[in-house]
């Protein structure tokens, strides 16, 4: 690190820039306004234009590439803009220091839009700075020493780097909280599959058959039936074992047993037939088979002795109506 007289210690930025320019001191640009760091600038922004142009600032960029010092001192061909680069960066001064960039406006304006020049800050020396420039009568890039009334302002590189470097602090403080592995990522229960899609999916597909089976058995008019359904007060002999809607719906089928012959008691035809024409075949209710099955299966009684017959006679076998005692 270099140390001026008077005690001046310059930060590694302005050191390492100023070894770098000094290397240079002499250089002349070539016919037609063309320097090797005009050729190296516009290589780098692919704009030939840039190789005969004003090589002040160009010159400034070459050497802050040639150092890796590029991102804190700033690589422009416009002058105007890489001051309006330091006051973004909040490194812009108004008091000179070696290694600092000096902005001349030879019209003394205080404006950083009416930059004409720039050069590196060497040494100061009272009211006078000493700089190193590029493109300085006209052709050289050479020392020179000036008078600060001319200056616009002072970008600086430390300023630049020093922000940079807390930036970087303050993003590596803010990571977000990495939680730690969790140790029972191992452990597993058949219970688990429950939960996971496939399951959910099985499920519905299950659910949704399930209610299509029913309403399409409703749409058809299918009744389930079953026959371990007894209706409340069934006895337990006949009609036991069939459901309430057995009467109405299920046929019956009636054995009809003949008649006994007729005999006689007391003159009179008993169990005989009447004569009539015969019954014709064909459908009959239900109701009329159970009626003709009841009164074949009646037992017969005989007639009575006196031969009382007619409307005023009551048959044995039918019940009599009750008479209170007296």
């Given at each position: 690190?270099?140390?001026?007289?008077?005690?001046?210690?310059?930060?590694?930025?302005?050191?390492?820039?100023?070894?770098?320019?000094?290397?240079?001191?002499?250089?002349?640009?070539?016919?037609?306004?063309?320097?090797?760091?005009?050729?190296?600038?516009?290589?780098?922004?692919?704009?030939?234009?840039?190789?005969?142009?004003?090589w002040?600032?160009?010159?400034?960029?070459?050497?802050?590439?040639?150092?890796?010092?590029?991102?804190?001192?700033?690589?422009?061909?416009?002058?105007?803009?890489?001051?309006?680069?330091?006051?973004?960066?909040k490194?812009?001064?108004?008091?000179?220091?070696?290694?600092?960039?000096?902005?001349?406006?030879?019209?003394?304006?205080?404006?950083?839009?009416?930059?004409?020049?720039?050069?590196?800050?060497?040494?100061?020396?009272?009211?006078?700075?000493?700089?190193?420039?590029?493109?300085?009568?006209?052709?050289?890039?050479?020392?020179?020493?000036?008078?600060?009334?001319?200056?616009?302002?002072?970008?600086?590189?430390?300023?630049?780097?020093?922000?940079?470097?807390?930036?970087?602090?303050?993003?590596?403080?803010?990571?977000?909280?990495?939680?730690?592995?969790?140790?029972?990522?191992?452990?597993?229960s058949?219970?688990?599959?429950?939960?996971?899609?496939?399951?959910?999916?099985?499920?519905?597909?299950?659910?949704?058959?399930v209610?299509?089976?029913?309403?399409t058995?409703?749409?058809?008019?299918?009744?389930?039936r079953f026959?371990?359904?007894?209706f409340?007060?069934?006895?337990?002999?006949?009609?036991?074992?069939?459901?309430r809607?057995d009467?109405?719906?299920?046929p019956?089928?009636?054995?009809?047993?003949p008649?006994p012959?007729?005999?006689?008691?007391?003159?009179?035809?008993?169990?005989?037939?009447?004569?009539?024409?015969?019954?014709?075949?064909?459908?009959?209710?239900?109701?009329?088979?159970?009626?003709?099955?009841?009164?074949?299966?009646?037992?017969?009684?005989?007639?009575?002795r006196?031969g009382?017959?007619?409307?005023?006679?009551?048959?044995?076998?039918?019940r009599?109506?009750?008479?209170?005692?007296?």
């Amino acid at each position: 690190m270099s140390v001026f007289r008077g005690g001046v210690t310059l930060d590694p930025i302005a050191d390492a820039l100023l070894k770098q320019v000094r290397q240079e001191l002499g250089y002349k640009e070539k016919s037609g306004q063309s320097t090797k760091f005009g050729q190296w600038y516009a290589d780098r922004v692919q704009d030939t234009q840039y190789r005969n142009a004003p090589w002040c600032d160009m010159f400034i960029a070459w050497a802050a590439d040639k150092t890796g010092l590029g991102p804190y001192v700033g690589q422009f061909a416009w002058t105007p803009s890489h001051a309006a680069w330091f006051i973004k960066q909040k490194a812009w001064a108004q008091r000179p220091e070696p290694g600092a960039l000096v902005f001349f406006d030879w019209g003394g304006g205080k404006s950083y839009k009416g930059v004409d020049h720039v050069g590196i800050v060497e040494r100061v020396e009272g009211k006078k700075i000493h700089t190193i420039e590029a493109n300085v009568d006209r052709v050289w890039l050479k020392r020179k020493v000036r008078d600060t009334d001319k200056v616009v302002g002072y970008g600086l590189p430390r300023v630049v780097k020093a922000a940079a470097d807390q930036a970087t602090e303050i993003r590596s403080t803010e990571r977000p909280f990495v939680p730690a592995p969790r140790t029972d990522a191992g452990r597993s229960s058949p219970l688990d599959v429950l939960g996971t899609p496939p399951a959910l999916l099985v499920a519905m597909v299950l659910v949704t058959v399930v209610l299509s089976l029913r309403v399409t058995g409703r749409r058809r008019g299918v009744h389930r039936r079953f026959g371990w359904l007894r209706f409340w007060n069934a006895p337990e002999g006949r009609g036991a074992g069939r459901t309430r809607d057995d009467e109405d719906w299920a046929p019956r089928v009636t054995v009809l047993t003949p008649a006994p012959p007729p005999r006689e008691a007391g003159g009179i035809r008993v169990g005989a037939a009447p004569a009539g024409p015969p019954a014709q075949a064909g459908p009959s209710s239900s109701a009329a088979l159970r009626s003709r099955a009841v009164r074949a299966a009646a037992p017969e009684v005989p007639a009575p002795r006196d031969g009382r017959t007619g409307a005023g006679h009551v048959p044995a076998n039918r019940r009599r109506p009750y008479t209170p005692k007296s």
